[in-house]
C-alpha cells in the first residue's frame, strides 16, 4: 500500500494547516481480472465466475433494497445507509427534501479479533505533497 501524506489547504475544515494520510490508487482490477486470476487458481471457467458474480449482484441489490444485511463468509457484510437532512419534527420528514443519499456500508469480516481482509497491510512507500 503506498500512503501519501498532504497538509490541509482549504481553510474551511478541520485539517486546515494539519497533515493527513490518504491512501494512493493507481489500478483498477476489473471484473475480467478477478474471472481470469479466479480461473487460474480454481477449477471454475472465468465464464462462470461471471454468471455467479453477476447473479450474486442481483441478490446483493434485492436484499439491500429490502432493508437487509447481507453476510458472506471471508469477505464480510453489506447494509444499505443514508444520509439526511436535520428537520425540526418528525412529521415534517419528506424523502426527496430530506435524504442527501443513499450508500452501501461494508464491514469486513472479522475472525478471532482479525478482520481478515485488513491483515498483513504493509506500507510500502510514503509520498509527501510538495
Excluded at 490541509?8 to 494539519?18: E, T
Excluded at 490508487?25 to 471457467?45: F, L, R
Excluded at 469486513?108 to 505533497?129: F, N, R
Amino acid at each position: 500500500m503506498i500512503v501519501k501524506i498532504t497538509k490541509g489547504a482549504r481553510k474551511n475544515i478541520v485539517s486546515y494547516g494539519k497533515y493527513t494520510a490518504k491512501t494512493m490508487h493507481y489500478n483498477t482490477i476489473t471484473m475480467d481480472d478477478v474471472c481470469e486470476e479466479i480461473q487460474k487458481n480454481c477449477g471454475a471457467k472465468a465464464s462462470d465466475v461471471v454468471q455467479v458474480l453477476r447473479e450474486l449482484v442481483d441478490v446483493l441489490k434485492h436484499h439491500l433494497q429490502q432493508g437487509n444485511r447481507v453476510q458472506l463468509p471471508f469477505l464480510g457484510t453489506m447494509k444499505m445507509d443514508i444520509e439526511s437532512k436535520a428537520f425540526e419534527n418528525p412529521k415534517d420528514f419528506n424523502p426527496a427534501m430530506h435524504i442527501k443519499r443513499c450508500k452501501i456500508s461494508f464491514i469486513p469480516q472479522s475472525y478471532k479479533k482479525h478482520q481478515t481482509l485488513l491483515e498483513d497491510i504493509k506500507i510500502d512507500k510514503v509520498i509527501y505533497d510538495k
